[in-house]
T-cell receptor
Framework: SQQGEEDPQALSIQEGENATMNCSYK?????LQWYRQNSGRGLVHLILIRSNEREKHSGRLRVTLDTSKKSSSLLITASRAADTASYFC??????????FGKGNQVVVIP | DVKVTQSSRYLVKRTGEKVFLECVQDMDHENMFWYRQDPGLGLRLIYFSYDVKMKEKGDIPEGYSVSREKKERFSLILESASTNQTSMYLC??????????????FGEGSRLTVL
């Protein structure tokens, strides 16, 4: 099955810095989504970018999509301690289901 | 507030026991999913359902079955639990959005330990 693959796998930054994560995938997609998971909890949807979009913003989040390189990036600006979580990209390859990557753990140090 | 509720946050079962994991959503969503999450492996799709009494195998259906008798309820069944089914189980739902898969709404997860 297709899966997004996040890079880097783990990231540790100081509060106020920006955090960037990348996701690559293998074949064409309908859309790509990013989710966040706090430790031991369910996932929460952050943002969805369609295959015909290149960039999308939501608050302090910025997502880009490069379909020619089959990759996406998630930027969190001015990070806060509360942003400490795991972040997952998920690709929609049709059939009403998503394939998730392994996740990227972000630690924001106060 | 929209909600996906999983019946148990933590369960401990013995090898060979039958296990039921229940999931209920209050959003009138057509699609419902069961994933399992393991360290280093991310989320893997076990089964999903796009309508009442309909089910589709995901990537790792072996050892599992599902039931969807009502639109709001999707149950995951382990007929004979084994230690390699110790995991976090996540239920999710979504509405149909044309050819695209829309946003998934997740429950809080059920952490199952099989001894």
């Amino acid at each position: 099955s297709q899966q997004g693959e996040e890079d880097p796998q783990a990231l540790s930054i100081q509060e106020g810095e920006n955090a960037t994560m990348n996701c690559s995938y293998k074949t064409s997609i309908n859309n790509l989504q990013w989710y966040r998971q706090n430790s031991g909890r369910g996932l929460v949807h952050l943002i969805l970018i369609r295959s015909n979009e290149r960039e999308k913003h939501s608050g302090r989040l910025r997502v880009t999509l490069d379909t020619s390189k089959k990759s996406s990036s998630l930027l969190i600006t001015a990070s806060r301690a509360a942003d400490t979580a795991s972040y997952f990209c998920a690709t929609d390859y049709g059939n009403n289901r998503l394939a998730f990557g392994k996740g990227n753990q972000v630690v924001v140090i106060p | 507030d929209v909600k996906v509720t999983q019946s148990s946050r933590y369960l401990v079962k013995r090898t060979g026991e039958k296990v039921f994991l229940e999931c209920v959503q209050d959003m009138d969503h057509e699609n419902m999913f069961w994933y399992r999450q393991d360290p280093g492996l991310g989320l893997r799709l076990i089964y999903f359902s796009y309508d009442v009494k309909m089910k589709e195998k995901g990537d790792i259906p072996e050892g599992y079955s599902v039931s969807r008798e009502k639109k709001e309820r999707f149950s995951l069944i382990l007929e004979s639990a084994s230690t390699n089914q110790t995991s976090m189980y996540l239920c999710a739902s979504s509405s149909i959005a044309g050819p695209n898969t829309g946003e998934l709404f997740f429950g809080e997860g059920s952490r199952l330990t099989v001894l």
